[in-house]
T-cell receptor, first 111, second 111 residues
C-alpha cells in the first residue's frame, strides 16, 4: 500500500496570509490526525477526523481548522498566519488499530 | 492528564555499543505506547508498539522495548548501534487516537 502523502512538502508564506495543507491517508484508513512540530514546543496534536467528523481537537486557536472529505483525504487551514506558525505539519492516518502512520510532513515557513 | 517524559535530549554512543533511550509515562489506565524515529527532513516512522499483548516488544531495525508497569517505563534498547541509527527518537502515548509525545532524544553514533 502507498503511505501517507502530504502536499506541498515546502511552503513559504507571509504574515497575515492563509494556507491550506493536504493529506491523503493510507488506503482504507478512515482516521486522519494532524500534528505540529516545532523546536520549542515539540510535537503537538492539532485535531483528528474520522468519517468527515472532527472527533478530537488539541489546544490551538481557532485560526487552525481542518476538514475531511468522503474519500478520507484531509485538509488543514491556517488563517492569518503568524511567525510562530512556522513549523513542520505532520499528518497521520490509522485504521482500527492504535498505531498511527505518518506522512513526510509539510514544512511551513512564515516570513 | 497523561504525559510522557524522555530522559536525555541527547544521547551519544559509539558504533557497536548498546543503545538505551529512556521513556517514562504517567497514566491511570493501561497505556498504548509507541516509539517513533525521525530522520532529518522526514516524518515519523513507527519503530514498535506496546498494546498489552507482551511486555517485551520487538520492533524494526533490531530495536526492542520493555514495558514495566511498576516503573511506568518503556525504555528502548538496541544491542549494537549502527551509524544509520543516528536520528531523533520519540516515545508516545495514545489516548483516544491522540498521541502525546515525549520531548524526543537525539541519538548520535560515533564511529
Amino acid at each position: 500500500k502507498a503511505g501517507v502523502t502530504q502536499t506541498p512538502r515546502y511552503l513559504i508564506k507571509t504574515r497575515g496570509q492563509q494556507v491550506t495543507l493536504s493529506c491523503s491517508p493510507i488506503s482504507g484508513h478512515r482516521s486522519v490526525s494532524w500534528y505540529q512540530q516545532t523546536p520549542g514546543q515539540g510535537l503537538q496534536f492539532l485535531f483528528e477526523y474520522f468519517s468527515e467528523t472532527q472527533r478530537n481537537k488539541g489546544n490551538f486557536p481557532g485560526r487552525f481548522s481542518g476538514r475531511q472529505f468522503s474519500n478520507s483525504r484531509s485538509e488543514m487551514n491556517v488563517s492569518t498566519l503568524e511567525l510562530g506558525d512556522s513549523a513542520l505539519y505532520l499528518c497521520a492516518s490509522t485504521d482500527l488499530g492504535a498505531e498511527q502512520y505518518f506522512g513526510p510532513g509539510t514544512r511551513l515557513t512564515v516570513t | 492528564a497523561q504525559s510522557v517524559t524522555q530522559l536525555g535530549s541527547h544521547v551519544s554512543v559509539s558504533e557497536g555499543a548498546l543503545v538505551l533511550l529512556r521513556c517514562n509515562y504517567s497514566s491511570s489506565v493501561p497505556p498504548y505506547l509507541f516509539w517513533y524515529v525521525q530522520y532529518p527532513n522526514q516524518g515519523l516512522q513507527l519503530l514498535l508498539k506496546y498494546t498489552s499483548a507482551a511486555t517485551l516488544v520487538k520492533g524494526i531495525n533490531g530495536f526492542e522495548a520493555e514495558f514495566k508497569k511498576s516503573e511506568t517505563s518503556f525504555h528502548l534498547t538496541k544491542p549494537s548501534a549502527h551509524m544509520s541509527d543516528a536520528a531523533e527518537y520519540f516515545c508516545a502515548y495514545n489516548a483516544g487516537n491522540m498521541l502525546t509525545f515525549g520531548g524526543g532524544t537525539r541519538l548520535m553514533v560515533k564511529p
